[in-house]
């Protein structure tokens, strides 16, 4: 009987020692609205305006474009020789050489818009890189366990949100960023 009682008692023990240690204390959360913290900072705000004056230009070289092309295009079109012969095949050569032009400049706006792209995950990279620390120091100042972006939440208490600590904090430690991505 005295073996079967310590039996127990061991096998009690040893069941009640994991459940204590899993008891954890309970979750402090923060909030962080990435989208305003990126769209208000003062980095944020000098990046936006940087990159829709490099934005507008692509978009002002595009309508050149059209306008100068399809003018173009027009005239080709409306003095297409119908009989065969040297007029044909100078013709055929101005409109070779159009298309020709033509496929470069997509290429140029491409390439204008592949580097606009690069500098906005640029801009953001610089960003977030500088956010992230700040975000982890205010987690420590508030003894919080996990931050979430307001994105992730579907609703949250105002008192949890970090966003206006985390600009101000953003806008001393990274006042401006740079808005041209290096070369690859």
């Known amino acids: 009987m005295k073996k079967l009682l310590i039996s127990l008692a061991i096998a009690s023990a040893a069941i009640t020692g994991?459940?204590?240690?899993?008891?954890?204390?309970?979750?402090v959360i923060i909030v962080v609205d990435l989208d305003s913290v990126f769209q208000t900072s003062a980095a944020g705000k000098q990046a936006l305006t940087e990159l829709k004056t490099r934005a507008d230009g692509i978009q002002a070289r595009l309508q050149?474009?059209?306008?100068?092309?399809g003018t173009e295009e027009q005239t080709l079109v409306s003095t297409r020789?119908?009989?065969?012969g040297a007029a044909a095949t100078a013709w055929e050569a101005k409109a070779k050489d159009f298309q020709t032009r033509k496929t470069q400049a997509e290429q140029e706006l491409a390439k204008r818009d592949q580097d606009l792209q690069a500098s906005r995950q640029?801009?953001?990279?610089?960003?977030?890189?500088?956010?992230?620390?700040?975000i982890s120091t205010?987690?420590?100042?508030?003894?919080a366990s996990i931050a979430l972006a307001e994105g992730a939440?579907?609703?949250h208490a105002a008192?949890?949100?970090?966003?206006?600590?985390?600009i101000a904090r953003l806008d001393k430690a990274l006042p401006r960023v740079v808005t041209t991505a290096p070369a690859k």
């Open 18 to 27: 994991p459940v204590a240690a899993q008891t954890l204390p309970p979750a």
């Open 64 to 69: 050149q474009l059209r306008t100068s092309f």
């Open 81 to 84: 020789p119908t009989a065969a």
């Open 122 to 134: 640029f801009v953001v990279k610089q960003l977030n890189d500088a956010a992230q620390p700040i």
């Open 138 to 143: 205010i987690m420590k100042e508030r003894g």
């Open 153 to 155: 939440t579907l609703q």
């Open 159 to 166: 008192a949890i949100d970090v966003t206006t600590d985390v």
